[in-house]
């Protein structure tokens, strides 16, 4: 099957950089576009009455969808469904089987996180999947080189998403830093040697050139993250997030999370198995 790309789209602004994202993505992989709008009329939909979604008609939506689709340069497919996202999403993705789902984070500057109720964040609760969020404030849609993989040095698997994590990395002959976050501000050779052998036990970096080491600490976590994740350094910034990201109680307050919100980076989700 050929690989595809699941792009979700809104018609605003973050979702339209998004998808030139994706675009230019597709390109490099050889990848079609599943472009998919969901008409949000669920009132179980958290942003139905908050005058945040598009009410386009049934006409209207279709019209979008064929100018968008008709003005790529790579195949797609456009496919509209109903009700939440995250269910719609999980559909989508039991029929497509995409390499990755990709969507636009909005702007939510001065609203506080645990109000902020994203689409990325219900759909990764929801069915967790490999996700990559392009912020709204995103200038380049190139194709990413220089990746900041963060990881906490304990050992993980991606399991069935280890092959299209390796051939997205190796196809983009990604520039690899693995950037290993030390919560108690402890760091040493070791524990460095340490996280960079859980990313290799992966397989991730077959056929990329040389990976480089970094070791941060003395801050929380996310914020540790945030700060490295410089756009003059990086292109994208990649998360391995374990099932208890997914599920704890305190999500709004997890790694993933925290990142998700506030990358100036676009963010890559990988589920660890």
């Known amino acids: 099957m050929a690989t595809s790309l699941l792009i979700l789209t809104d ?36 942003e139905m009455f908050t005058g945040e979604l598009s009410n386009l008609s049934q ?13 790529l340069a790579v195949p797609v497919v456009a496919e509209v469904a109903h009700g939440r996202v995250a ?5 989508a993705v039991s029929r ?10 909005p702007d939510h500057t001065g609203t506080p996180d645990e109000l902020v109720q994203t689409t990325a964040l219900d759909i990764l609760r929801t069915a967790p999947y490999p996700m990559l969020v392009v912020p709204h404030s995103q200038q380049s849609t190139a194709p990413p080189r220089r990746v900041l993989l963060a990881v906490d040095g304990e050992p993980f698997t991606l399991g069935e998403y280890a ?13 690899l830093t693995v950037l290993h976050v030390a919560p108690d501000g ?15 036990r ?9 990976v480089q080491t970094r070791t941060v600490g003395h801050a929380p976590p996310a ?51």
């Open 11 to 46: 018609f605003f602004q973050a979702a339209n950089r998004a998808l030139d994202y994706a675009t230019n993505l597709a390109g490099p992989l050889g990848a079609r576009l599943v472009l998919l709008h969901v008409r949000r009329d669920s009132v179980l939909d958290p």
């Open 223 to 273: 914020a540790a993250i945030l700060h490295a994740a410089n756009p003059a350094d990086y292109d994208l910034v990649v998360l391995i997030a374990r099932h208890r990201s997914f599920f704890g109680q305190l999500f709004h307050r997890s790694v993933t999370a925290q990142v998700l919100l506030h990358s100036r980076l676009p963010v890559l989700v990988l589920p660890a198995a």
């Open 202 to 210: 992966t397989g991730l970096t077959i056929d990329l050139p040389p």
């Open 87 to 91: 269910f719609a999403v999980a559909d």
């Open 59 to 71: 006409e209207a939506v279709g019209l979008a969808l064929s100018s968008l689709a008709g003005n």
């Open 96 to 105: 497509h089987h995409p390499a990755l789902i990709i969507l636009g984070r």
């Open 163 to 175: 092959g299209s994590a390796r051939h997205l990395l190796t196809t983009l002959q990604a520039q």
């Open 186 to 200: 402890g760091s040493s050779a070791a524990t460095e040697t340490q996280a960079l052998d859980s990313v290799l």
